[in-house]
């Protein structure tokens, strides 16, 4: 009994002894502009061996694909390709929703060609009065389907979930008390009203976001040959997020109430580095928007204000591919810099969304990658971004590039949906 004692005595002060170097490690974020470093960026307009891109050519042919290289080999990871068997299955539909304004359908996605996990549930919300395919938004949640709209009628979700008292989560799975629980985020009737759809999922059903060695989720299923998981350049938990988004656009594809030309990806925080790495791979999204991305998203990586790679990837190990890893405290060896996220995105729409009050994800440096993306948008012909400053908060800008900095916390409001939706219109009508 006193042996046992002593060794859980023992255990609980190495416990407590390493959690307080785990917080002395951690080092202390900067806040302050004048504390950021001197940095260089990288430019998206010179080639790797030095050449000026002065033509749309150079671009589509040499340093699009270089920088597209660069994020995957040293950011994010590579990702597979499409699988060739995969296996869709509408599993409800309802056609008069939402007090009769919308359906709603699920539709599950098998990516083996056998109805077996990992299975991606898709949500989806159309005007019902529609009278051609719609263009929609889509989305990856942070908690299941069921928590963006308050409708007994959505499958609850079995898979697991991070523990959240808020949102009804117990023992990492939820209840019924999650439903709607994140409908703040979601303002499902406000899309359905101005003429859009909304396609919904749960970013657990691609990969569960904890550190488990990839184990689970889609990675498993591609493994290469005696390997148990992903080699240093190859994909992340963000990487497979922003491919099931992909192989969900692979579905709308086949829809024809969907108009798949006109697909806005949009995310929030780690969703909103996944909704710009799934826009800057795949051109079938023809706008991408992301709010308060931050850090490893929007965010320049070399200002070092807010949230830095040192604490992102000690945090969060298996968001990014291993070579990540290497910059830590070493920004400026990076071949690439998050403007130039951005620019893979050119010419397509795309709309960068910080909050005041969320000095971690560093709206300044949000606001600089639109900036120092310009150039590429101008050189594909498109009217850029047109501002030089950061503008003042809630005064949105809306060219062919979009930013806002909104008052507020780190979250999505019925602020940032009015403009997401107006940047749409702006650029989806009469497309
Ligand atoms: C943490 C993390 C951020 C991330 C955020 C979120 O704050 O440090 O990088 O964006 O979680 O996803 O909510």
């Known amino acids: 009994m006193k042996r046992l004692l002593l060794t859980t005595s023992i255990v609980f002060a190495l416990f407590l002894i390493c959690s307080q170097t785990a917080r002395a490690q951690r080092p202390k974020p900067n806040y302050d502009e004048a504390k950021v ?7 998206p307009l010179l080639t790797s061996d030095g050449k000026q891109v002065d033509s749309a050519e150079l ?31 509408v599993t409800s539909q309802k056609n ?11 539709v599950s996605i098998y990516f083996t060609g056998k109805k077996e996990e990992p299975r991606m549930d898709l949500l989806i919300y159309l005007p019902a009065k529609a009278t051609k395919p719609v263009p929609v938004f889509m989305g990856l949640n942070f908690y299941g389907n069921h928590t963006i709209a308050d409708d007994p009628e ?10 959240n008292q808020e949102k009804g989560v117990v023992n990492n ?13 979601w303002p499902v009737e406000q899309i359905i009203d101005r003429g859009y759809g909304l396609v919904a999922i749960y970013c657990g059903d691609i990969d569960p976001d904890y550190d488990d060695g990839f184990q ?39 829809d024809p109430q969907i108009d798949h030309k006109h697909v806005a990806v949009m995310g929030h925080s780690r969703l909103g580095k996944t909704s710009l790495w799934a826009g800057a791979q795949d051109q079938r999204f023809a706008l991408v928007i992301s709010n308060d991305s931050g850090c490893g998203g929007a965010a320049l990586s070399r200002r070092r204000f807010g949230e830095t790679l040192n604490v992102i990837n000690n945090a969060f190990p298996h968001w ?29 729409p795309v709309y960068v969304a910080s909050a005041q009050e969320d000095q971690w994800a560093d709206p300044r440096g949000e606001f ?62 009469g497309s």
């Open 37 to 43: 470093p001197q940095f260089t960026l990288p430019d």
């Open 59 to 89: 671009w589509w042919k040499v340093r699009r694909p270089e920088i597209l290289r660069l994020f995957e080999n040293e950011v994010y990871g590579k990702s597979p390709a499409a699988p060739n068997n995969m296996l869709f299955e």
């Open 96 to 106: 008069d929703a939402l007090n009769g304004k919308a359906i709603r359908k699920e």
């Open 154 to 163: 959505i499958t609850l979700s079995t898979k697991w979930m991070r523990a």
């Open 173 to 185: 799975r939820a209840t019924e008390k999650s439903r709607g629980t994140s409908a703040s985020r």
């Open 216 to 254: 689970n989720g889609v990675h498993a299923l591609f493994n290469k040959d005696g390997k148990s998981k992903p080699a240093a350049d190859e994909w992340g938990t963000i990487a497979a997020w922003a491919w099931g988004l992909s192989r969900a656009m692979d579905y709308l594809e086949t």
């Open 320 to 348: 990014f591919c291993d070579n990540f890893n290497k910059y830590i405290d070493k920004e400026d060896e990076l071949p690439v810099d998050q403007h130039m996220l951005v620019a893979l995105v050119a010419p397509r």
């Open 368 to 429: 600089l990658s639109v900036l120092y993306a310009e150039p590429v948008y101008k050189l594909l012909g498109t009217s850029g971004f047109g501002a030089k400053e950061m503008p003042d908060v809630n005064q949105p800008i809306k060219q062919r590039m979009g930013y806002h900095i909104r008052t507020g916390k780190h979250d999505v409001t019925d602020f940032d949906w009015r403009q997401y939706l107006d940047f749409a219109d702006q650029h989806f009508q």
